[in-house]
C-alpha cells in the first residue's frame, strides 16, 4: 500500500503538465541553509577558519503579473552560527564556542519562470533589509540570486528546490564590531500556493 501511494505521489509530483500558471495572488515559505564561504569583518579583525553557517525561514505574498513572472514580498526569520572561532587583533579579543546573530529580513523577490506551465525551471532575485527589533537582532541588507525547479504536486500546490548565493551584511550592537559582509552559497526547499 505504501509503495503504490509513493508511486502515484512520484508520478503525480514529476509528470508534465501543460496547465498554464495564472495571474493572481500566490503564497509560499522556504527554509534555506546557507554556508558562508567568506566572512569579513570591520574594524578590520582577522576572522579565522570556523564554521560559518546560517537557517532561514522566508514567508512570502506575491502576485503573478504573466505566467512567466512574480513579484512578492517577503518576511522571515535567520539565525546566523558561528563555531569555534575566535576574533584576533594583534592580541586576543574574545574566544568563544558559539556565536548566535539573529536576522528578520524584509524582501522584495523577483521570479522568473523558463516556462508558463507549471512545474518550470526558474531564477528569483531578491534584496531587502533587515530589520532590528533588540538588541541580539542585528540589522542590515541583503542580496541574493537562486536557480531552481518547481515540482507540481497538485493543481494549485508546488514544492520548490533551488541553489543560490546570498550576500548579507549585518551591524552588531552587543561585540567590538561595527559590521560583518557574508557572502555564501544555499540551498532551498520551499512550497507554493496560488
Do not use: C
Not at 496547465?19 to 578590520?44: A, C, E, H, Q
Not at 535567520?78 to 556565536?99: A, P, Q
Amino acid at each position: 500500500m505504501l509503495l503504490l501511494l509513493v508511486i502515484l505521489l512520484s508520478n503525480n509530483i514529476f509528470s508534465q503538465d501543460k496547465s498554464l500558471r495564472k495571474k493572481g495572488i500566490t503564497f509560499g515559505m522556504d527554509y534555506r541553509r546557507i554556508y558562508d564561504v567568506n566572512v569579513k569583518v570591520t574594524p578590520d579583525v582577522k576572522v579565522p577558519d570556523g564554521d560559518y553557517y546560517s537557517n532561514s525561514l522566508r514567508v512570502h505574498v506575491g502576485y503573478n503579473i504573466t505566467p512567466k513572472i512574480n513579484v512578492s514580498l517577503g518576511f522571515g526569520a535567520d539565525k546566523h552560527d558561528t563555531k569555534n572561532i575566535s576574533y584576533i587583533d594583534g592580541t586576543l579579543i574574545r574566544v568563544t564556542d558559539f556565536y548566535t546573530a539573529n536576522t528578520l529580513p524584509l524582501t522584495l523577490q523577483g521570479t522568473y519562470f523558463l516556462k508558463e506551465t507549471k512545474g518550470s525551471f526558474f531564477a528569483k532575485g531578491e534584496i531587502g533589509t533587515q530589520l532590528a527589533l533588540g538588541e541580539t537582532l542585528d540589522k542590515g541588507y541583503l542580496v541574493s540570486v537562486m536557480v531552481g525547479k518547481q515540482f507540481k504536486v497538485t493543481k494549485n500546490f508546488n514544492i520548490d528546490f533551488g541553489l543560490g548565493y546570498n550576500l548579507q551584511q549585518s551591524k552588531y550592537s552587543d561585540l567590538s564590531i561595527d559590521k560583518t559582509i557574508r557572502n555564501g552559497l544555499f540551498w532551498s526547499l520551499g512550497i507554493s500556493f496560488f
